[in-house]
């Protein structure tokens, strides 16, 4: 198997931290989704970034889609539950935080653009979404120590992803400071191996 993604991408390193947690060997493809001629477009129509590509030939994306592939590859460390109402809530989790990439990239973009091009109302929309999700993470996570039930599970990776490429990229949004129960479910994410190791070069 190979993963074409990038090394900053929160949507990628969601897949790179599934397989450090379910220790599963993949070799790592980097590319530059913003380049001329970038290799996701081979590979996804969409040209988005991370694809798995598997050993006969199939490719699939989008993050959502691996993740849930690599957790069924074996059974180390099962992180969607099999059925019902937990798997929702755990994808539930796992859309928050992807949400929350999405519209932190989305004002990541918007702000690359000329300044006059810019539309503050679009900026303002992804805020409030950025805003109201960082809110609703920290309310019901409240003191528990993972997102849902007693153990790791593709919520906390999808969450802790979002979180770290939020403070990579818009440090202003400052959400440790305003959820401080937030922020100490992080620091217990930042221990874990799977999270230092997929952590995005200096
Ligand atoms: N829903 C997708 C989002 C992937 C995505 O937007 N990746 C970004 C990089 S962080 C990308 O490839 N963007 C290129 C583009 O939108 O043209 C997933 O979960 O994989």
Same mark, same amino acid.
Request: aromatic share 8%; charged share 30%.
């Given at each position: #198997?190979?993963? !074409?993604?990038?090394?900053?991408?929160?949507?990628?390193?969601?897949?790179? #931290?599934?397989?450090?947690?379910?220790?599963?060997?993949?070799?790592?493809?980097?590319? @530059?989704? $913003?380049?001329?001629?970038? /290799?996701?477009?081979?590979? @996804?129509? +969409?040209?988005?970034?991370? !694809?798995?590509?598997?050993?006969? *030939?199939? %490719?699939?994306? &989008? %993050?959502?889609?691996?993740?849930?592939?690599? &957790?069924?590859?074996?059974?180390?460390?099962?992180?969607?539950?099999?059925?019902?109402?937990?798997?929702?809530?755990?994808?539930?989790?796992?859309?928050?935080? &992807?949400?929350?990439?999405?519209?932190?990239?989305?004002?990541?973009?918007?702000?690359?653009?000329?300044?006059?091009?810019?539309?503050?109302?679009?900026?303002?929309?992804?805020?409030?979404?950025?805003? %109201?999700?960082?809110?609703?993470?920290?309310?019901?996570?409240?003191?528990?120590?993972?997102?849902? *039930?007693? @153990? +790791?599970?593709? *919520?906390? /990776?999808? +969450?802790?992803?979002?979180?770290? $490429?939020?403070?990579?990229?818009?440090?202003?949004?400052? $959400?440790?400071?305003?959820?401080?129960?937030?922020?100490?479910? #992080?620091?217990?994410?930042?221990?874990?191996?799977?999270?230092?190791?997929?952590?995005?070069?200096?």
């Amino acid at each position: #198997m190979k993963l !074409v993604a990038s090394y900053t991408s929160p949507y990628a390193r969601k897949v790179r #931290m599934v397989m450090a947690e379910k220790r599963i060997e993949c070799e790592f493809v980097e590319d @530059n989704i $913003w380049s001329a001629d970038p /290799i996701a477009a081979q590979y @996804n129509p +969409l040209t988005k970034i991370p !694809v798995l590509l598997l050993d006969d *030939g199939t %490719s699939l994306y &989008d %993050s959502r889609v691996i993740a849930e592939f690599l &957790d069924g590859v074996t059974p180390v460390s099962r992180l969607i539950p099999e059925s019902g109402r937990e798997r929702a809530l755990v994808k539930r989790w796992e859309a928050l935080g &992807d949400g929350l990439a999405d519209a932190g990239v989305a004002v990541f973009l918007e702000r690359k653009r000329a300044e006059a091009k810019q539309s503050e109302d679009w900026i303002a929309r992804q805020r409030d979404k950025l805003e %109201s999700g960082i809110v609703t993470a920290a309310r019901e996570l409240a003191d528990r120590k993972f997102c849902h *039930g007693e @153990n +790791l599970t593709l *919520g906390d /990776i999808s +969450l802790a992803c979002s979180l770290a $490429w939020l403070e990579f990229r818009l440090p202003e949004i400052r $959400w440790r400071t305003a959820q401080p129960a937030l922020a100490a479910w #992080m620091e217990r994410m930042e221990t874990r191996p799977s999270f230092i190791e997929t952590a995005p070069p200096k």
